[in-house]
C-alpha cells in the first residue's frame, strides 16, 4: 500500500520526468520499424503497389506494408505511392533505367512516373533484386533518410554470402552464447513457425543468401531421409526471400549411413552413393546451395585417411553436385597434431600445392587468419596464394575467443582490417577483398561465411550488441567497401534511434571496443591464450594437453628472456608464406606492425617499442588501456540510459560490468603469470595484481556454454 505522501510522490514524478522508453527485448532487430517524426510520416507513401504475383514480390510487399504503417504511427502517409516492379515489367522497361550492373541480386530505387503518376520505384533484374531494394528503402528511412529525392542503387560485390551454423541434431550450438539451435530439428518439417520466417527476413534485409544448417563437425544423420525433408521444408520458407540452404557433409557417410567399407573418394562405388544422395536431396530441395566440408580437422574424417588430397575429395563431392549446380565450399582449416611445423602454416602448406587441382564449382574456405578467429591475426597467408582456386573468406561472428556475449567487441573493425589487408601478391593494392570478390584473379564464383551467433534466445545473439556483428557480417558481404564505422552508425539508428545524441556515443563504443579486447587479452600479436575447450577467460599458463598446439604455451613461448612466436628464418618462418615485400616486413621487428609484434617475432623483455618503453612496460600499459576503454564504455553507455528502454539498457550495462571485471581478470593473471616467468618488477606506478597466481590457476569453468565440440 502506498502512503498519501508515496502516492504524492509518484503522482509528481509521473508529471516531471520524461516517460520511459518502453521495454523491449531486441527481438525485431533492424526491423523495429517505430514511428516516425510527424514530417517523415506524412510524407510516407499513400499506398504500396506490387507487379507482379509471386512469393517474393508479395513478401517484399507485406515488409513495407507492415514497416510503414508502423512509421506512420496516428498520421496517414500522403507521399507517392511505392511501387514494386521487376525490370522485366513492360512499364519499367519503357523507362530505360541503368540496371546493366545490378546483376541478378541488386536493386535501385528511385523516384519516377510510371503510368502517368508519380510514384517510388523499388525494382531490380530480378523479384530477389526487388525485394533487397523494399529492405534498402526501409533501411535507408530508418536511419534517418527521407523519402524525397531517394535514389539508391547497388549490387552485391560478392556471390555467395552465407552463414554457416554450428548447430547439432540435439539442439545445442558449438561456440553458441544465445540458447539452443534456432532449428527445432524435432517438430520440422511438421511445424516451421513465425521465428523461421522471421529470420529469412532479418538475413534477406542484408542480402545473406544462404545458409548452412548444420555444424561442420556433421553428423551423417542430416543425410537420412528424415533430416533432409526437415531440411526441405526450412529451404521452403526461405525460398521467397532468396535464401539457399546448404548442408554440412560428413565425409565418412558412405561407410555410416551406405554400408560401404570406405569412404575413399576414388573408389567408384563411394562417388555412386555421393550422385545418388546428392540426387535425392535436389529431389526434395531443387534450389539446395550444395555441400560444405570440414575434413582431416579435429577428428573429422576426410580423404586423407586413404591418402588422397583435399581436391580429390572436394572433387568427389563436387561431381555429385555439379548436374544439380550445386557448389561445393572445402575448409582449408586443417591442421594435424602429428605435423610437428608450425600450426600457422599447415593450411598453406597443404592447399597451395592443390591450385588448379580444384573441379570449378569448388570454393576453398578459408577462415581470416592462419590460427583460428583470434581477437587478431594477420591475414591468412593463403589469400593471394591459391589464384586459380576461388578463395572463400570464413569469418566468426560468434565471439569464441572474445568473450562471448558478454563482452562488447563490434567486430566490423576487425573484418575492415582483414578485407583492406594488402597481400601485395599483384602489387600494392592485391587486398584481401578483391581475392574473395574475385577481383584480383578474374573468378566469377565468389562467397563469403560467417559463423553465425544466432540462437533461440528472445533477442537472437545473446546481446543487443552483438546483432551488430551479425548485421556487419551481411553488410559487408553484400558490400565490402563499406566502412565499418558507417555500419555500425547504420545499425545504431535501427537498433535505437537516430538521434546523433545516441548514434554518436555508440559508434565511439562500438568503433574502440574490438581494440580494447585484444588489449587486455592478447596484446601485441600475443594469441590463443584463453581457457582450454571453452576459451573463456585466461589461461597462458596451460602447457600439459596431449596435442601440443591446443596449449596456450605453445603460442606465447614466454621464459625468463622474452616473450612471442618467432616465425621469421630463425624460426618457423611462417613469414616466407607471404608475398616477398611482406615477408621482408614481417621478418624485421622494426618493420613490423606492433599489432603483430609477438605473433612473429620472440622478443626480450626489454625490447624497446615505439613508445620508448620496454616490452614489459608496454605490455602492462596495453592491458591498462584496454580495461582503461571499457570503463570508458561503461560510462558512455550510462549516460545514455535516457535515450534506450530500460530492459536493453540495464542488460547492456550488466554486461558491461561482467566485461570490467574479465577485463581486470585477463590482465591480473596475465601479469601474475608473466611475471612467475620474467620475474620482473611492476612497470612504475602500475598495480601488481591482487591475487597470486594458484589463485588464477584455480579458477575453472567445466559448464562454460558453447563447448559442444
Ligand atoms: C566447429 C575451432 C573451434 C571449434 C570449431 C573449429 C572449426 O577449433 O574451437 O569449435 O569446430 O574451430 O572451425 O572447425
Redesign the pocket.
Known amino acids: 500500500m502506498f502512503t498519501p505522501l508515496r502516492r504524492w510522490l509518484l503522482v509528481l514524478a509521473a508529471i516531471l520526468l520524461p516517460a520511459p522508453a518502453l521495454a523491449e527485448d531486441g527481438h525485431d532487430l533492424w526491423l523495429r520499424y517505430r514511428p516516425l517524426a510527424a514530417e517523415g510520416a506524412a510524407a510516407l507513401p499513400a499506398a504500396v503497389e506490387r507487379r507482379g504475383d509471386t512469393p517474393t514480390l508479395r513478401a517484399a510487399e507485406a515488409e513495407l506494408i507492415r514497416a510503414f504503417a508502423a512509421m506512420a504511427g496516428e498520421t496517414q502517409g500522403r507521399g507517392a505511392r511505392v511501387v514494386l516492379a521487376a525490370a522485366a515489367d513492360p512499364q519499367v522497361a519503357a523507362l530505360g533505367l541503368p540496371l546493366g550492373d545490378l546483376g541478378t541480386e541488386g536493386y535501385l530505387i528511385r523516384q519516377v512516373r510510371l503510368g502517368d503518376a508519380p510514384a517510388t520505384l523499388v525494382t531490380g533484374n530480378s523479384d530477389i533484386g526487388v525485394l533487397h531494394g523494399a529492405f534498402a528503402l526501409l533501411r535507408h528511412l530508418g536511419s534517418g533518410g527521407a523519402l524525397a529525392g531517394v535514389d539508391l542503387a547497388s549490387a552485391p560485390r560478392i556471390g555467395l554470402r552465407v552463414l554457416n551454423h554450428?548447430d547439432n541434431l540435439d539442439g545445442s550450438v558449438?561456440?553458441g552464447y544465445s540458447g539452443e539451435s534456432i532449428w527445432d530439428w524435432w517438430t520440422l518439417p511438421e511445424y516451421t513457425g513465425p521465428r523461421y520466417t522471421d529470420y529469412a527476413r532479418a538475413n534477406a534485409a542484408l542480402g545473406i543468401n544462404g545458409t548452412v544448417l548444420n555444424?561442420?563437425?556433421a553428423k551423417a544423420d542430416s543425410l537420412t531421409a528424415p533430416y533432409i525433408a526437415k531440411a526441405a521444408a526450412l529451404a521452403e520458407v526461405f525460398r521467397p526471400y532468396g535464401i539457399k540452404v546448404y548442408l554440412s557433409a560428413r565425409f565418412s557417410a558412405p561407410v555410416e549411413l551406405g554400408g560401404l567399407d570406405t569412404a575413399d573418394p576414388l573408389d567408384p562405388q563411394v562417388q555412386a552413393w555421393w550422385d545418388a544422395k546428392a540426387a535425392e536431396i535436389y529431389r526434395a530441395i531443387p534450389d539446395f546451395g550444395g555441400f560444405l566440408v570440414?575434413a582431416n580437422?579435429?577428428g573429422q574424417p576426410g580423404p586423407r585417411d586413404y591418402d588422397r588430397s583435399h581436391a580429390d575429395g572436394a572433387n568427389m563431392l563436387a561431381r555429385a553436385v555439379a548436374p544439380h549446380g550445386g557448389i561445393v565450399m572445402w575448409r582449408a582449416?586443417v591442421y594435424a597434431d602429428t605435423d610437428p611445423d608450425d600450426r600457422g602454416k599447415q593450411a598453406y602448406t597443404e592447399f597451395k600445392p592443390l591450385d588448379g587441382q580444384f573441379a570449378d564449382n569448388v570454393l576453398v574456405q578459408v577462415k581470416n587468419g592462419a590460427i583460428?578467429f583470434q581477437p587478431r591475426e594477420p591475414f591468412h597467408p593463403l589469400f593471394g596464394a591459391m589464384p586459380q582456386t576461388p578463395l572463400m573468406l570464413e569469418l566468426q561472428i560468434t565471439k569464441?575467443y572474445l568473450g562471448f556475449n558478454t563482452h562488447l567487441a563490434y567486430l566490423g573493425t576487425m573484418w575492415e582490417e582483414v578485407l583492406d589487408a594488402d597481400t601485395m601478391v599483384r602489387g600494392a593494392g592485391s587486398t584481401v577483398a578483391r581475392v574473395v570478390d574475385g577481383s584480383l584473379e578474374g573468378h566469377q564464383l565468389t562467397g563469403i561465411a560467417g559463423v553465425a551467433n544466432i540462437g533461440a534466445d528472445r533477442n537472437w545473439s545473446g546481446s543487443t550488441f552483438d546483432q551488430a556483428n551479425w548485421y556487419a557480417f551481411g553488410r559487408l558481404a553484400w558490400d565490402h567497401t563499406l566502412p565499418a564505422e558507417a555500419i555500425a552508425r547504420e545499425w545504431a539508428a535501427l537498433t535505437f534511434t537516430p538521434d546523433p545524441a545516441l548514434t554518436g556515443p555508440v559508434v565511439s563504443m562500438m568503433m574502440g571496443s574490438r581494440q580494447a579486447v585484444v588489449d587486455y587479452m592478447t596484446p601485441l600479436g600475443l594469441a590463443h591464450l584463453m581457457g582450454t575447450g571453452h576459451?573463456y577467460g585466461p589461461a597462458p599458463w596451460i602447457a600439459d594437453l596431449a596435442r601440443p598446439e591446443w596449449n596456450p604455451a605453445y603460442y606465447h613461448k614466454a621464459d625468463r628472456q622474452g616473450i612471442g612466436f618467432d616465425r621469421t628464418s630463425t624460426g618457423s618462418n611462417a613469414v616466407a608464406q607471404y608475398a616477398a615485400p611482406l615477408a621482408a616486413r614481417f621478418a624485421d621487428p622494426a618493420t613490423t606492425p606492433e599489432a603483430d609484434l609477438l605473433w612473429f617475432h620472440h622478443l626480450p623483455w626489454d625490447y624497446r617499442m615505439q613508445s620508448g618503453r620496454p616490452l614489459w612496460a608496454e605490455l602492462v600499459h596495453r592491458y591498462d588501456r584496454g580495461i582503461g576503454n571499457v570503463a570508458e564504455m561503461r560510462r558512455q553507455w550510462h549516460a545514455l540510459a535516457p535515450l534506450v528502454d530500460a530492459e536493453r539498457h540495464e542488460q547492456t550495462a550488466a554486461f558491461l560490468a561482467i566485461q570490467q571485471r574479465d577485463a581486470q581478470w585477463w590482465r591480473d593473471a596475465s601479469i601474475a603469470y608473466w611475471r612467475s616467468l620474467n620475474g620482473l618488477p611492476m612497470p612504475g606506478g602500475a598495480a601488481a595484481p591482487p591475487r597470486d597466481l594458484d589463485y588464477y590457476q584455480s579458477l575453472s569453468f567445466p559448464y562454460a556454454p558453447g563447448n559442444t565440440?
Do not use: A
Open positions: 554450428w558449438e561456440r555444424n561442420v563437425n570440414k580437422s579435429e582449416f583460428d569464441e576459451h565440440g
